[in-house]
Every structure is written in structure tokens, then in C-alpha cells.
């Protein structure tokens, strides 16, 4: 079988066997200029497949409205990823931040089994009294949400130690509570300037 990555060319398809990289510097994407998939060979084994790519869950947890007298923090949101990814944004009549970084994805792995101990995605409830303790919890992939009341959930299990712990990680972002982020083993990202 032709190799898929050099097309049987044999050459690293960053730097066509040059060793430099188009960018500036020498080529780390193989060795000595021939294609890192197949070794230089230009064929693969005829049985040869594709490794399946990564399978990434995220959950995200949503609460508050930055309009809303009644949610004293605005709207915020943090979103984490079984690999460990994390993206918080605080919106408030005083503006808005963004936070990107890196979490342990172990504990984001554990914290996506606790929905299997819950309704989800069925509806855990139908009606809610008005105020900024409606969460709502997103799954991707397949992509499903449910809205939940902060204290109704705290009484569910599953759903308990799920918003226990997203609610401890959206405060301690909101706050900047380095002890509270040191036990999710959080890594703050380089800001980007835009």
C-alpha cells in the first residue's frame, strides 16, 4: 500500500527532505528528510490502519446571566476536557475575562463517570423557582444538556459530587484561589495578545 503521508515519496511532507523547516529552523517533524509514517519506504504493510483518533469528552458548567440583578458573580462558564483542557469565561456589567489552561484530565475522566449515577440526559427536574441557581451541564461528544437548581442537584446523587466539584473549579477561577486550583493540578495558559 502507498504510503498515505508521503503519497510514496518518501519524503517528510514538512520539509520535502530540505531537513529545514519552512518556518525558519531545522525540521523536527522526521529524520533526515524522509517521512516519519513510513520510514523512507514510500509503501506500508498491506493490513496497515490509521490509529483511531483520541476520543476528548468535555463538560461544560454554566450559571448565572451578567444582566441579572439577581446573579451576583454575572455569567460564567467552565469547560474541561478528559485531556485535561480547561477554558473559563466570567462575563459581568464590569466586563469580561477569559482563563485558559490545563487540569488534571484524570480527575475531569472520573468527574464524567459520575453522570452514569444520574438521569442524564434525562431532565432531573421540571420546574425551577427563578434566580441564579440554575446550572446547566453539557456533555460533548454526543452533545447533551441538562439545567438543574444548584440545591436541587446537591440533594441527586452523581449529580452532588458533579456539581460539587465544577462549582469549587468555577469559584477558585473566579477568584484566582491558587490552593483551590492546586487540586485540580491547574496550569494557567500564556495570555495571548489580541
Known amino acids: 500500500m502507498v504510503c498515505p503521508a508521503c503519497n510514496g515519496s518518501r519524503l517528510c511532507q514538512v520539509c520535502r527532505g530540505t531537513l529545514r523547516n519552512p518556518k525558519g529552523g531545522p525540521c523536527v517533524a522526521c529524520d533526515y528528510g524522509t517521512c516519519d509514517l513510513c520510514a523512507g519506504e514510500g509503501q506500508l504493510p498491506e493490513d496497515w490502519t490509521p490509529d483511531p483518533p483520541p476520543v476528548t469528552d468535555f463538560i461544560t458548567f454554566e450559571q448565572g446571566h451578567e444582566s441579572a440583578a439577581d446573579s451576583p458573580w454575572g455569567f460564567q462558564r ?34 464524567r463517570r459520575e453522570f452514569s449515577r444520574t438521569s442524564f440526559p434525562q431532565k432531573p427536574q421540571e420546574t425551577f423557582q427563578p434566580g441564579a441557581s440554575i446550572i446547566r451541564l453539557t456533555t460533548t461528544p454526543p452533545t447533551y444538556s441538562v439545567l438543574i437548581d444548584y440545591f436541587d442537584g446537591m440533594q441527586m446523587d452523581g449529580y452532588r459530587e458533579i456539581i460539587r466539584d465544577l462549582s469549587e473549579l468555577n469559584n477558585a477561577l473566579r477568584e484566582d484561589n491558587h490552593e483551590a486550583l492546586s487540586k485540580w493540578r491547574f496550569e494557567r495558559a500564556p495570555e495571548v495578545a489580541t
Open 78 to 111: 467552565v469547560c474541561v476536557s478528559t485531556d485535561g483542557q480547561l477554558e473559563y469565561e466570567h462575563r459581568s456589567r464590569a466586563g469580561k475575562r477569559i482563563v485558559r489552561g490545563t487540569v488534571d484530565g484524570e480527575r475531569v475522566k472520573a468527574l
